[in-house]
């Protein structure tokens, strides 16, 4: 399994060198309660909400043995990620306001969404970034054209 980030039809992309032992899909559903006058509460199944998923991991600051891919790349540049420059692509990705893509592989992952939080520090003296994201399904408005007569 890999994770990878990516914006603009895979313009730049991270592959994030250390996967997080665990993250969590949440898949709402906007379901209501009703009351009624003759059978009290009825539940109204409503219209999926939006996908969100939150991890931690950190980015490493140095080349260890366990790094899922140790020449991490840019498809503009093709150099490797150093632990600021994750956090600096993923600031600046942010502030453009652009829908990114979630792929995981080895699994049905593979969805368009936006930031909605990104928190990191330095937790010991490795110089290592920890860093948590919680990201949302982020759907492309689909219009239909009509044609004036």
């Known amino acids: 399994?890999?994770?990878?980030?990516?914006?603009?039809?895979?313009?730049?992309?991270?592959?994030?060198?250390?996967?997080?032992?665990?993250?969590?899909?949440?898949?709402?559903?906007?379901?209501?309660?009703?009351s009624t006058i003759n059978s009290g509460d009825m539940r109204i199944i409503g219209l999926k909400g939006?996908?969100?998923?939150?991890?931690?991991?950190?980015?490493?600051?140095?080349?260890?043995?366990?790094?899922?891919?140790?020449?991490?790349?840019?498809?503009?540049?093709?150099?490797?990620?150093?632990?600021?420059?994750?956090?600096?692509l993923i600031e600046e990705w942010m502030e453009e306001r652009v829908p990114i893509r979630l792929v995981i592989t080895d699994t049905p992952i593979n969805i368009a969404v936006t930031i909605d939080s990104f928190t990191y520090g330095i937790k010991d003296g490795s110089g290592d970034i920890h860093y948590s994201i919680s990201l949302t399904e982020f759907r492309f408005v689909e219009t239909n054209k009509k044609k004036v007569i």
């Open 50 to 88: 939006l996908k969100s998923i939150s991890f931690s991991s950190f980015f490493p600051s140095k080349e260890y043995g366990f790094i899922r891919e140790k020449t991490a790349y840019s498809a503009i540049t093709n150099e490797g990620y150093l632990a600021w420059d994750y956090v600096k």
């Open 1 to 34: 399994m890999d994770i990878y980030l990516s914006i603009n039809n895979n313009q730049q992309i991270i592959q994030l060198p250390i996967l997080p032992d665990q993250y969590d899909m949440t898949y709402p559903m906007n379901n209501t309660t009703k």
